[in-house]
């Protein structure tokens, strides 16, 4: 466990229990003012900077977040080939995703200023399937965010079950999301009776959020690109439903 | 012609050219900052004072607002069998209400201070049928917000031709919006590359966004409630739509 502080942000590195892994605790100066908390899981690639600068961001914001590694072994990978067997490693084990979620939740609940009812997750790529998944299993969680995630699920919310507001922020032009995967999330958010924010930015792409986008999907030839209006636009509708949990 | 001062914001109602009815503008202290403007189109009620109060906050904003009169006569109405016929009449007229749209571009563009390429319409329940409508003709609008408005149409958006971004905000649970509409919606602005925002919320009905609208509800025996969380969020958007736009 080590800790650094930059730019009024402290940074923590923790250990999880029950073999969990690891997580990166970000929070702004110490308050007693209860706010809400975030909860950060990474694309494929793994727990990379870019996660981490999301949870930064978050605290930068005044908010306690946890950017939580879902990979066993802490794997980061630049290449997609590499990302994708992470991925899949994950995928195959949903208990333990579960786990760790549940784990982060607690974390979260024991840092000074947290508001307990107010615990979100967000997720890129990978991490917004995740976090989507998570809602729909009924964690209570205030809301979830998926950022140029996968929206399909065999397992659709269910009225009663899930308690989380949900944020698609998606491009339109995302081959790895059809068309259809978004018009099934408005259905099954309406029937679930569930609060459901879409930004479906066109001409946009995966990975519309992350400023490296645009180099790896040049050197890998993968559809990927950086969108700095969806990426502004997707951030601000997220400050604002942590902004209106703060308010209540 | 009439003015009148009012928290800072002057209020100002205007006789349109060809016989096209009135218009009320609203602007804050005069600058030379370029900022948007907005055009405001009221419920089936006609313009009343909800549909005043929502273009004097765009001014308290620091927005130039016009709330548009849509009915011939300047007809209002609180009883919705009226309403309905002033409504009919309006629709049956689809040059007219063009050409108001039109002409309220040009008194916006007029006023010092208009960012010419920022001209956003907004409108509620008929008022927000209308701003999509005219985004789908082509309107040289950056944007467009629906607060509970019919969103079907015989005419949908085509690429090249749509050129507003879109914001709509419905309640799910608002009958005289079918599922259908809404999951429509997301496919016809996908299918025509437009960015869609579209925020629905669960168990809410016709009307969220007015503070009358529960009593009308109750007196009329419909399906109206003003619901002010979804007031709150949809309106944040909007500025937050707004905002985008002055930072270019």
């Known amino acids: 466990m080590g800790a650094s502080v930059q730019a009024e942000v402290l940074e923590q590195t923790l250990s999880l229990p029950d073999n969990l892994g690891t997580a990166v605790l970000y929070r702004a100066a110490a308050s007693d003012e209860l706010k809400p908390a975030v909860i950060v899981v990474h694309e494929w690639w793994g727990l990379n900077d870019y996660a981490k600068s999301r949870a930064r961001m978050l605290a930068e914001a005044g908010y306690t977040a946890l950017a939580l590694n879902m990979y066993d072994e802490g794997e980061v990978s630049d290449h997609p080939e590499n990302a994708k067997l992470f991925m899949q490693k994950a995928l195959a084990n949903p208990k333990q995703m579960n786990a760790r979620v549940d784990t982060a939740m607690l974390v979260l609940r024991q840092q000074r200023g947290?508001?307990?009812?107010?615990?979100?997750?967000?997720?890129?790529?990978?991490g917004g399937a995740v976090v989507l998944q998570q809602a729909r299993r009924g964690v209570n969680l205030a809301g979830v965010a998926s950022f140029h995630g996968s929206l399909g699920t065999e397992t659709p919310a269910q009225k009663g079950v899930i308690k989380a507001k949900v944020?698609?922020?998606?491009?339109?032009?995302?081959?790895?999301?059809?068309?259809?995967?978004?018009?099934?999330?408005?259905?099954?958010?309406?029937?679930?009776?569930?609060?459901l924010q879409l930004m479906n930015f066109a001409n946009v792409t995966h990975g519309f959020s992350n400023p490296g986008a645009t180099a790896k999907g040049q050197k890998y030839n993968m559809p990927l690109a950086y969108d700095a209006a969806a990426d502004k636009a997707s951030w601000q509708a997220l400050l604002d439903m942590l902004g209106r949990e703060q308010a209540n």
Chains 1, 2 share one sequence.
Do not use: H, K, R, S
């Not at 997750?121 to 990978?126: D, L, V």
């Open 167 to 195: 944020l698609v922020a998606n491009g339109a032009a995302d081959p790895f999301v059809p068309a259809e995967q978004v018009t099934g999330l408005v259905q099954e958010m309406a029937a679930a009776e569930v609060d």
């Open 114 to 126: 947290v508001n307990n009812n107010a615990i979100y997750a967000i997720g890129y790529c990978f």
